[in-house]
């Protein structure tokens, strides 16, 4: 029996407060069950916007998507997590991840580090941010027992510590390009998330008594009767695709209304990826399928 659908939309675009609020309650309006905000220089600091979120809105869920773990200390990190959840009513969820955009640590002056020592330097952000939120001595006090943890990343390092801690393993269903300072990353093929996934899977199999609840980060989604049209401009970046694979890549939701629900369907049946997260600017199209897919639950 596949778990039932979730839905969260990652709000990239800074905004004065009435604006903030104003789009958090459209994604209510829309359906979706969580409210994200991502970790970017440039891009709204992410509990503050999260705390706003939650006040705006009375329904969804609010989350990190994803926390860079080397901007982060974690006995500060715990104490944020704590003082939002308490602020949102228990509503908050923690993604962390590596991070992934040299530029942003030479802005920001600090290491990017090896691949190597970023997933040291999550695990030991996971561990101690897990035990101090765990302690009864700890303060601030969460209001939730646990506050659910998100990690986001595909490499088997990633996937082992995901396996052994969260409650949620995010796959973004791309790759980043060694060299590339933006952190740009390529597709992967619908065969290739099959691989990780089911790297995902051996690894929990060993580590808890049933597999975490399994995200995807869609990152386009068009309601058209001409995919051709819409992804016009993608061949260009991604000449390795025909248009065809680009359509076929788990990450793009492009055709009508019906073949997109139809999607999303397989894709849960194929991976069990039951939440499914959208950016801001697929917020309008994607909330046009949302109740047709909680129907098919």
Not at 50 to 73: C, E, K, Q, S, Y
Request: aromatic share 6%.
């Amino acid at each position: 029996m596949p778990r039932p659908f979730r839905f969260g939309v990652n709000m990239l675009a800074p905004a004065p407060g009435d604006a903030w609020r104003a789009k958090c309650r459209r994604a209510e309006e829309l359906g979706y069950d969580v409210i994200l905000a991502p970790d970017h220089l440039g891009m709204a600091a992410p509990f503050p916007a999260l705390i706003a979120a939650a006040d705006a809105t009375t329904r969804p869920r609010v989350g990190t998507f994803v926390l860079n773990a080397g901007f982060w200390n974690p006995t500060l990190l715990a104490r944020e997590v704590a003082t939002a959840d308490a602020l949102t009513g228990g509503r908050l969820e923690l993604g962390l991840g590596t991070g992934y955009v040299p530029a942003e640590h030479d802005t920001a002056g600090l290491p990017f580090g090896s691949p190597g020592e970023r997933v040291d330097q999550l695990r030991r952000t996971v561990e101690q941010v897990g035990r101090l939120l765990g302690s009864s001595d700890h303060q601030p006090q969460p209001v939730q027992p646990r506050v659910p943890l998100l990690i986001g990343g595909n490499g088997d390092r990633m996937l082992r510590l995901t396996a052994e801690h969260a409650d949620i393993a995010a796959f973004s269903g791309g790759r980043t390009v060694p060299g590339d300072t933006a952190g740009t990353p390529t597709p992967l093929t619908a065969e290739e998330l099959d691989e990780r996934v089911a790297t995902y899977r051996r690894y929990a199999a060993d580590a808890r008594p049933e597999p975490a609840e399994l995200n995807l980060l869609v990152q386009l989604v068009v309601i058209t009767d001409d995919p051709g049209a819409a992804l016009s401009d993608w061949p260009a970046l991604m000449p390795q695709f025909t248009e065809d694979q680009i359509v076929g890549l788990p990450i793009v939701l492009v055709g009508t209304a019906d073949e997109i629900v139809r999607k999303v369907s397989a894709q849960r049946e194929r991976y069990g990826f039951s939440y499914v997260t959208v950016m801001e600017h697929s917020m309008e199209a994607f909330g046009q399928v949302i109740a047709e897919l909680r129907a098919s639950d």
